[in-house]
């Protein structure tokens, strides 16, 4: 099957993976009732290197909003099978170096060298594997999402075998024996669900972001997006929302978000990446933080 779009060839300057034959069918759409004056419906892949690339968006976005945000996620599907030879790409060796590109334009770290050595074949176990968490804990499915892309984009896991993913849920705190019950079972129609409902609110790509208030009424954020740009969609649909100050020293952050890369501390901290770089390799020398460094960049731990 030839297509015009190849969806691991994300687009670095308009900060989109997209899903080979879709349309451009956003609409505004009503969608389930939400607690907060402010729903994100998220959609998203657990491989989606533009969806890595506005992880610092995100979590700023928590902890300035969350009071008054809450965030939907939903899987979308980005890699089914290689049963397509589009855009120079028609096997797993051929996304290394667009993955090593991808890294230094999002300045966030990503080794695409997980192609040449362990390829994935598919998106679908990780995106069915977090819908099963979902069952579980919400929270604890965010970080066992986190977990997923930390695992594929630095440490070159193929996050399609269950041995990794059980690693990845162990970490978050999940039950993994009934998340093997559930990825084998219910989660696949779950993941189902998300594939129609994507379809439903023409989704075609990722990161996807609908911000939508309860009179149903929707802002649509296609792509990766600087952070003003989530503000103002939020703003836009909520005009009365509130910003909340957060504690921007390290061991706040740390402690709220265990693991940061240099740009997310930088983004967080509200310091430049010069500065944030200073921090972080004065606390990873003095044993307060883990380093781990891949060819493209660093990632720094709280254990």
């Not at 939508?212 to 836009?236: C, D, L, M, Q």
């Amino acid at each position: 099957m030839t297509t015009n779009n190849n969806p691991l060839l994300c687009d670095p300057e308009s900060g989109i993976c997209e899903i080979p034959g879709t349309k451009n069918t956003a609409e505004k759409q009503t969608v389930a009732a939400q607690h907060k004056p402010v729903k994100i419906i998220y959609f998203t892949d657990p491989i989606c290197s533009s969806c890595w690339g506005i992880e610092p968006q995100l979590r700023k976005l928590k902890l300035e909003y969350g009071a008054e945000v809450e965030i939907e996620y939903h899987m979308g599907g980005l890699l089914p099978d290689w049963s397509y030879n589009s855009g120079g790409i028609s096997k797993p060796s051929d996304v290394a170096h667009h993955w090593d590109e991808v890294s230094l334009h999002y300045q966030m770290p990503i080794d695409g060298d997980v192609w040449l050595e362990d390829p994935l074949d598919s998106s679908y176990p990780p995106s069915i594997a977090f819908k099963a968490a979902q069952l579980q804990d919400e929270k604890k499915a965010i970080v066992f999402l986190r977990s997923m892309r930390e695992m594929v984009f630095l440490q070159k896991k193929n996050i399609t075998k269950w041995e990794v993913l059980a690693q990845a849920a162990t970490k978050a705190g999940l039950d993994t024996q009934k998340l093997e019950q559930d990825y084998n079972g219910v989660a696949k129609e779950l993941f189902q669900a998300d594939l129609n409902l994507a379809r439903q609110m023409g989704v075609r790509g990722f990161p996807s972001v609908f911000v939508t208030n309860r009179a149903g009424n929707s802002e649509f954020i296609y792509g990766t997006k600087p952070y003003t740009v989530y503000e103002n969609g939020i703003s836009k649909i909520y005009p009365a929302v509130a910003k909340t100050t957060y504690q921007k020293d390290w061991e706040s952050l740390f402690h709220k978000y265990p693991t940061l890369t240099l740009r997310e501390f930088s983004e967080l901290a509200e310091v430049s990446s010069q500065k944030a770089n200073e921090i972080l390799e004065n606390l990873a020398v003095n044993q307060k933080l883990k380093k781990f460094t891949t060819k493209n960049g660093a990632i720094w731990i709280k254990e």
